[in-house]
């Protein structure tokens, strides 16, 4: 696969979208997320097997965050001033020596350098692979970074599927065979790495830096771009973290059947993400954000007071329309910023996505203390900061 993967790498003129490429960056994407969900789905059974308190297990998660989210501006900033596609090779080999450290490791300092390794990965992975996402488009922005992020959406509902059936049943050591699956992504990554290189070059120049607004507006846009992303990620968290809690206590539903109901809200997101990306090219990614954020409101305001039917409908809507969100808001930035791919990614990808996090974490302190529903009372609120899209500029479209 990787010869004929490469063939068609370099058949690609740079004006055609190279869709082997996005495909095969999609499913790294995928491979890398798989990775990255699967630690905290086993974190029960290396609490079992190591004693580990909760402090342990929440400096496991906190490792792995500082590498996998807060690293990657970092990471991005400093590819932008030096692209460095090979290094996504090297990406999925930390996050394979990763996975081989929490497969047979018998101290619990090594499973937290495992968990270091894997962020380490991811934080190098994002914003290289956004940026050869970019330059595969063939023009076609949002629909590369949609397909590119469909990879991810899989990945992160693959994982906690894999280590219930998978995992959990064989013991910790069967974890070794996702490896094999990082070493499969790093043969294909350093094949992706070599025909971004080579596109890099053949272009002649770099990519333009100059800013096509004032410093202080774009500043502005991205600022208020992150907070948009930060709002989905609390709304999305929320969902992906208490909704099976909240199916249970609201109506009595048993484990599986709420699980059920998380994966329509799963694949509500996955068709979001694909639709945000293909409709963004055809009409702007300015309208996508506008109609994403925004147009929830209705549906999050309502969710906290339907029946079980209505609850499920409602769940899809709101995946599917939050989700398409994403794709708008990177491409925007990218457009705000030329020649910035990596830091854009890096923002949008880690830190925001890293912050989100945090935030879920505060949730699961107000559930403690008021309930569950109480939570999606109050986050249905969340999608009234997409007013502040009004600040976001008109940028001409070529």
């Not at 370099?10 to 095969?24: D, H």
């Not at 906190?62 to 990406?91: C, E, I």
């Not at 995992?167 to 094949?191: C, D, E, K, N």
């Not at 002649?204 to 774009?218: D, E, F, H, K, Y």
Request: aromatic share 10%; net charge positive; with cysteine.
């Amino acid at each position: 696969m990787l010869v004929s993967e490469a063939t068609a790498f370099r058949g690609a003129s740079p004006a055609t979208t190279a869709w082997s490429v996005l495909i095969a960056i999609s499913l790294c994407h995928m491979i890398n997320d798989v990775m990255q969900s699967m630690l905290s789905a086993i974190y029960p059974l290396l609490q079992q097997e190591f004693a580990l308190s909760y402090w342990q297990i929440g400096m496991m998660t906190f490792a792995f965050q500082v590498t996998a989210s807060l690293l990657q501006p970092v990471v991005g900033a400093v590819t932008d001033r030096n692209p460095m596609p090979k290094s996504l090779a090297v990406g999925m080999g930390s996050t394979f020596v990763g996975v081989l450290m929490l497969a047979l490791a018998h101290e619990y300092w090594v499973l937290l350098i495992g968990a270091m390794l894997i962020g380490v990965g991811s934080s190098v992975f994002h914003p290289e692979s956004s940026r050869v996402a970019r330059i595969a488009s063939g023009g076609r922005f949002g629909t590369a970074q949609s397909l590119f992020q469909l990879g991810g959406n899989f990945g992160q509902a693959m994982g906690p599927l894999l280590a219930a059936f998978i995992v959990v049943p064989l013991g910790r050591p069967s974890i070794a065979i996702f490896s094999a699956a990082a070493m499969l992504g790093s043969a294909i990554l350093w094949r992706i790495g070599a025909w971004a290189e080579g596109r890099r070059k053949a272009s002649g120049s770099r990519p333009s830096t100059a800013l096509q607004l004032s410093r202080p507006r774009v500043v502005t846009a991205i600022c208020v771009l992150a907070l948009l992303t930060f709002t989905k990620n609390i709304y999305t968290a929320s969902l992906s973290s208490y909704y099976t809690f909240f199916l249970i206590e609201k109506f009595g539903l048993t484990t599986q059947q709420a699980q059920i109901m998380l994966f329509l809200f799963l694949g509500g997101m996955a068709a979001g993400v694909i639709l945000g990306g293909v409709i963004g090219d055809r009409i702007g990614p300015l309208k996508v954000i506008w109609f994403s954020i925004l147009g929830i409101l209705p549906f999050t305001l309502a969710l906290p007071h339907v029946g079980l039917a209505a609850t499920g409908m409602l769940t899809v809507i709101i995946g599917l329309i939050l989700a398409s969100a994403f794709p708008a808001i990177v491409v925007f930035a990218q457009e705000l910023v030329p020649g910035r791919t990596g830091l854009i990614a890096g923002i949008f990808f880690g830190f925001a996505f890293g912050m989100g996090g945090i935030a879920a974490a505060v949730l699961g302190l107000v559930a403690d203390a008021k309930g569950i529903e109480f939570v999606y009372s109050i986050c249905s609120y969340l999608p009234l900061m997409g007013l502040l899209t009004i600040l976001l500029p008109r940028i001409p479209r070529s």
